[in-house]
């Protein structure tokens, strides 16, 4: 079982942008503004480049406005309801704050420790410049483990370079003794390559080094190396520190991903000390014998294995409360038998999973970081998405719970939408690719033969051989050509001539015909249930939209709308006729 360092794993999330920054707006709703920056962002997500913002009208441009405005009215009038006090939104929140909460925790106290503001600049000061390179490795295997092997690399490293400073030409010594297959074939040749491209201990060896001169031996998780600096070029266009810094960080935590495992780890490992983990020995023995049990299946649910004394035992305590057998068989769930029990520490990695996530969010409470996480603008767009669903919900979708009477009113209203056409059934002789087949079957049907035994007989379209050709009921708008025919025979039993469809062909004969007619209630409430609630949820929306604006009056900034990205000509001239 993982380590529940896992823990820390931060989440990506989209976010929102509220609509209260300060600078030129392009609306106001009530108390609040639609932003420049805001309205810029939302154009963006929708129309994805400049070039197609461009195209759109003003007319489009303030209805997206609007439409932002509208949302926004919707949290400023839950909040008049006071909605943020719903429980359930509080609870929502407050799961989504201590989420955050331990990412601020890990970014706090494990990344910021690892990925310090020193090294984000050391690595930006670094990418100033790009080195062409050589080198000759001296491969180590994971089998490379004792001094002997360690001494044995170093002693054929450095008579390489030994051989290269009394005369050996660095290219030929390469493409005879580097060990890196890879570059063997171009003597060594790594090419042009940035900061960051490689392990940190050539990298930095290479920066350091002086061109067309033998550098190192330089150790590595490969194994050694010499090396030799080809040419040096700077780099230009690079973004300014303050906007590539971030991008720098992230790289960074990529780079360092093993230490901040390391740090992660002993970071949690301090909680366990600090919040006084102690496990009971006899309880985790009990449990992982009860899992070793050869009789015993761990593709099934643990918990009929244990007695209901045994689920209540407590395998570990801590400031924080205690961890009992049937929590533990909670969190293992249906994984059992993923984990090898014969190893002690495994028992132990699943009491550390229940109780480390309690120890984490304490710790980010004490630290500040929950108060902090209520503030982010993550935590603060979920809950205000979650009053503004609230307010549709008590104004449309709990309205919509209308009942079978208003649903059959508006079938009786409609009655014109519920006619059901005349429908035909036919049987049909399909024939593949022969006229003259056609010809011979058509004129056995015309002299009285069973048209069913033809179909049976001839027929060769797979879809309808079992049922002797039978087709329908259908609408006459239904099969093409096909349909049209259905429909020109006028009484039951009347014979098609041949229809031709591309290169095959038809006999069909009238079976049944059904007037058109209005549907009964029973027939059509599930259609007519589905069309009132379209009906009904449009006209609730717009209900909602018109209390909104009466109450949080809006305005439309139509000339920033016009300038920040100017209008074609075309439109200009017709938003200048408009007004």
């Keep these: 079982m993982q380590r529940s360092v896992i823990l820390f794993s931060l989440l990506t999330i989209i976010l929102v942008i509220g609509c209260t920054k300060d600078g030129p707006y392009v609306a106001k709703v009530g108390s609040s503004t639609i932003s420049e920056e805001d309205y810029r962002a939302a154009m963006m997500t929708q129309f994805r480049t400049e070039e197609n913002i461009k195209q759109r009208g003003l007319e489009e441009r303030k209805k997206i406005a609007r439409d932002m405005a509208i949302e926004e009215a919707k949290y400023l009038e839950g909040m008049a309801r006071k909605y943020d006090e719903n429980p359930e939104i509080a609870v929502n929140v407050e799961s989504a704050a201590k989420r955050r909460a331990l990412d601020v925790l890990y970014e706090e106290k494990i990344i910021n420790s690892v990925v310090t503001d020193a090294k984000v600049k050391e690595f930006y000061d670094n990418t100033a410049k790009e080195i062409s390179a050589r080198h000759i490795l001296v491969k180590k295997s994971a089998t490379d483990t004792t001094d002997a092997d360690k001494a044995r690399l170093k002693a054929r490293i450095d008579s390489i370079k030994t051989a290269i400073d009394k005369g050996l030409d660095f290219k030929t010594a390469a493409l005879k003794l580097t060990e890196d297959a890879t570059t063997q074939a171009d003597s060594g040749d790594l090419g042009w390559f940035p900061w960051g491209r490689m392990v940190d201990e050539f990298q930095r060896a290479a920066w350091a080094a002086k061109p067309r001169t033998v550098t190192g031996p330089v150790e590595s998780p490969f194994g050694w190396h010499l090396i030799w600096v080809d040419s040096v070029r700077q780099v230009e266009g690079r973004k300014p520190f303050e906007e590539a810094k971030k991008d720098i960080a992230m790289q960074l935590r990529e780079v360092e991903a093993q230490t901040l495992g390391n740090v992660a780890r002993e970071y949690v490992g301090k909680l366990h000390d600090e919040y006084d983990l102690k496990y009971d020995d006899a309880v985790?023995?009990?449990?992982?014998?009860?899992?070793?049990?050869p009789q015993m299946s761990l593709n099934k649910e643990l918990g009929p294995m244990f007695t209901a004394e045994e689920k209540a035992q407590v395998a570990g305590t801590h400031k924080l409360g205690k961890i009992t057998v049937d929590e533990m068989i909670q969190k293992v769930g249906g994984n059992a038998y993923r984990v090898d029990w014969k190893n002690p520490q495994s028992v132990k990695d699943l009491c550390n999973a229940i109780c480390e996530p309690q120890f984490l969010e304490d710790k980010a409470a004490k630290e500040g970081f929950l108060k902090k996480a209520m503030d982010d603008p993550a935590v603060v767009q979920q809950r205000k998405s979650a009053?503004?669903?609230?307010?549709?919900?008590?104004?449309?979708?709990e309205k919509l719970e209308g009942s079978e009477d208003a649903d059959k009113g508006y079938y009786e209203q409609h009655l014109q939408d519920f006619i059901q056409p005349e429908t035909r059934t036919i049987r049909e002789i399909f024939i593949k690719d022969d006229s003259s087949k056609a010809v011979r079957v058509l004129d056995r049907a015309k002299k009285g033969e069973n048209f069913a035994k033809l179909a049976w007989q001839f027929n060769e379209k797979e879809s309808t051989k079992r049922d002797s050709g039978r087709v329908g009921p259908f609408e006459e708008k239904r099969f093409g050509v096909i349909g049209k025919s259905a429909f020109q025979l006028k009484n039951k039993g009347d014979i098609s001539d041949i229809i031709k469809v591309g290169k095959n062909y038809s006999v069909l004969q009238l079976l049944d015909s059904y007037p058109s007619r209005t549907k009964s209630w029973e027939e059509a409430k599930g259609d007519a249930r589905r069309e009132n609630r379209?009906?009904?949820?449009?006209?609730?929306?717009?209900?909602l939209e018109k209390m909104l604006?009466?109450?949080?009056?809006?305005?439309?900034?139509e000339e920033k709308l016009s300038t920040m990205w100017p209008l074609p000509p075309e439109r200009q001239e017709r938003a200048t006729r408009d007004q």
């Excluded at 985790?284 to 049990?293: A, I, N, P």
């Design 387 to 397: 009053i503004m669903r609230l307010v549709e919900k008590v104004e449309i979708t």
């Design 284 to 293: 985790l023995s009990m449990f992982t014998t009860k899992l070793l049990d």
């Design 534 to 543: 379209v009906v009904r949820t449009k006209q609730l929306q717009e209900d």
């Design 549 to 557: 604006l009466a109450r949080y009056p809006l305005t439309i900034n």
